[in-house]
């Protein structure tokens, strides 16, 4: 593409840097706030940079958040005794999306997978350890995919917290996740949930 | 089952060539370095949903982006049409009737193969790598359970050395996440164990047949699975432990198998002259075709590389008289030389179809 802007092949280049967004389309939507007043522009854009700024990691669970706590840690409804652990917050989200669970949850921040360079110490487990610590869980879910690294994940947690004495499940297998989590649809992830099955190792 | 028609697209030295092969012996004839091997490797590709010899980039054409091979096959009386399409570290696309599968490990033994190469001696003269590769490409194709097993114990053999790499010197290893490793290792290290012992128990007698038969009978062979992982593989691995953190790997395992190849109860790699190796190595790979048959509704294709590099001509009739008299179905031959190859296949009396091969161009003669 031939640009005789140097500043409009700059925005250009930006809204295509994100993902699914080609060189077409970041054209189509420069020339569309060009057509637009200055300060609708502005208004585009302020909403996204002050997120940027004042977004918060959940103290509690590291799920996103505008305060120290997010919005489904500070909830009174919320049971306090359930806690899902998912590997990353669009798997929170698909969660949620179910509107099938009332408990709270744990991101996770990944799996186990020392061939990515992730290892126990690089996630969130240590703060887990510490809410469980605290004695108001009874019931762990591990939402985490079926995968080898996954497994590996589940079994490390449950094996850590397991003299807590507290239940550990994991949401049914055999049902389709199509792969991840996140598109999983949504009655058959809910339902999973519902009808999520004790965790069993071989210790 | 057979092979009735297959297009290469880029595949190593062919651009594009369609070749309709019998359903009992083709024989592929031509000089050195034109392609004869090259396109048994994409017979063996469609089946195995890889290639014989090296990694995809190098299978690709030099130059070329992708390619792809499609083979018509009948079997059960049934036509069936399967499709690869690679582009190298991309995902590979494996496609039975046009519809793509969802993991490789579905195609794998739907339509098996045995190929038999010159470089099969590697088998006796090399590490346990190769032995154990052989018995796992036999397993695999007979038992989809043990490929998934296989396939999960590699995995995380795989994290689990990473693992142990990756622990700065002086430091604790976190023993919480090895511990889930071992565990992890127990049921699918149990699994191939289990089918690796009765297979090659199975193995053992046809193999002692066929070489008794290439060989006149004149010495005693034996072929004896080895695996040092007991009953309790959970305490050796935790037993090794110090020894895996020193040597940042997993010393125990069914990854260490290996075959022990006996002639006259002692080390054929040690003792056995050339033509008894190379009878030995025959006979074996001959028994890997013979076991994938026995257990199989279908019978696996052939690929015969070379072979007179390893016989002369008497002993290659004398096998091709045996593999078509117990109507082993298809077979693909390569050899260099075409009148050898057309005496021999004219003395059998069944049809067969010849073709010639000239820097990647296939004609049928
Ligand atoms: N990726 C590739 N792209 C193009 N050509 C290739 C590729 N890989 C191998 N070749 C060519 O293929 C040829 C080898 O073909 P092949 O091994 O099938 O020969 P052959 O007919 O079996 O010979 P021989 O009788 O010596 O065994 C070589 O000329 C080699 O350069
Ligand atoms: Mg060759
Ligand atoms: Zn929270």
């Known amino acids: 593409m031939n640009f005789s802007s140097k500043l409009i092949e700059e925005a250009v280049q930006s809204f295509a840097s994100l993902p699914g967004i080609g060189k077409k389309s970041a054209l189509r939507i420069i020339l569309h706030l060009?057509?637009?007043?200055?300060?609708?522009?502005?208004?585009?854009?302020?909403?996204?940079?002050?997120?940027?700024?004042?977004?918060?990691?959940?103290?509690?669970?590291?799920?996103?958040?505008?305060?120290?706590?997010?919005?489904?840690?500070?909830?009174?409804?919320?049971?306090?005794?359930?806690?899902?652990?998912?590997?990353?917050?669009?798997?929170?989200?698909?969660?949620?999306?179910?509107?099938?669970?009332?408990?709270?949850?744990?991101?996770?921040?990944?799996v186990i997978s020392p061939i990515e360079g992730v290892g126990p110490q690089d996630l969130n487990i240590e703060t887990l350890e510490g809410r469980i610590a605290k004695g108001d869980v009874k019931e762990v879910i591990m939402a985490i995919s079926p995968t080898i690294e996954g497994e590996t994940t589940i079994f490390y947690i449950s094996k850590k917290i397991k003299e807590k004495n507290i239940r550990v499940s994991t949401i049914a297998r055999g049902v389709s996740f199509g792969g991840e989590l996140e598109y999983a649809d949504e009655v058959t992830l809910g339902r999973s949930i519902v009808a999520r099955v004790p965790y069993k190792t071989n210790q | 089952m057979h092979l009735k028609e297959i297009t290469l697209t880029h595949f190593k030295n062919y651009d594009i060539q369609k070749l309709e092969a019998g359903p009992f012996l083709n024989c592929l004839t031509g000089l050195n370095g034109m392609g004869k091997t090259n396109l048994l490797d994409a017979i063996y590709y469609l089946c195995m949903c890889k290639s014989n010899f090296n990694l995809d980039r190098d299978t690709r054409q030099f130059g070329k982006e992708f390619f792809r091979v499609e083979g018509h096959f009948v079997r059960k009386n049934k036509d069936e049409k399967i499709v690869c399409k690679v582009i190298p570290g991309k995902k590979k696309v494996f496609e039975a009737n046009d519809v793509a599968y969802k993991k490789l490990s579905e195609h794998i033994g739907l339509f098996p193969v045995v190929m038999i190469r010159p470089g099969d001696t590697s088998l006796a003269l090399e590490g346990s790598e190769d032995r154990r590769r052989f018995l796992d490409n036999t397993l695999c194709q007979l038992d989809v359970i043990y490929l998934n097993h296989l396939i999960t114990y590699n995995k995380i053999l795989k994290q689990r050395n990473i693992y142990l790499k990756s622990i700065p010197y002086g430091s604790r290893p976190n023993e919480q996440l090895l511990k889930t490793y071992d565990l992890q290792l127990l049921e699918p290290a149990k699994y191939i164990q289990v089918r690796r012992r009765e297979g090659l128990e199975e193995l053992r007698p046809i193999f002692n047949q066929y070489y008794a038969r290439i060989s006149g009978g004149a010495e005693q062979v034996d072929c004896q699975y080895q695996s040092k992982v007991d009953e309790n593989f959970e305490a050796q691995l935790e037993a090794v432990r110090m020894k895996d953190l020193q040597l940042r790997r997993t010393t125990v395992g069914i990854h260490k198998d290996d075959l022990i190849f006996k002639l006259n109860d002692y080390n054929l790699k040690k003792t056995g002259s050339q033509g008894q190796l190379k009878s030995y190595i025959l006979s074996i790979k001959l028994a890997q075709y013979e076991y994938i048959r026995q257990h199989k509704e279908v019978k696996p294709i052939l690929l015969l590389d070379d072979i007179f590099d390893k016989l002369d001509a008497n002993r290659v009739r004398q096998l091709l008289e045996l593999l078509l008299e117990n109507d082993f179905g298809q077979i693909f031959l390569t050899d260099t030389h075409e009148s050898r190859t057309t005496e021999i296949a004219d003395s059998l009396e069944r049809d067969y179809k010849k073709f010639h091969v000239e820097k990647g161009r296939i004609e049928e003669k």
Do not use: W
């Open chain 1, 34 to 110: 060009l057509n637009q007043d200055t300060n609708l522009t502005e208004q585009f854009c302020d909403p996204i940079l002050k997120m940027r700024r004042h977004i918060k990691t959940c103290k509690e669970c590291h799920n996103l958040s505008d305060a120290e706590t997010c919005e489904i840690c500070i909830n009174i409804h919320r049971d306090k005794s359930l806690i899902c652990v998912v590997e990353n917050i669009r798997d929170l989200m698909a969660i949620e999306d179910t509107g099938q669970y009332r408990g709270r949850y744990h991101v996770l921040g990944g």
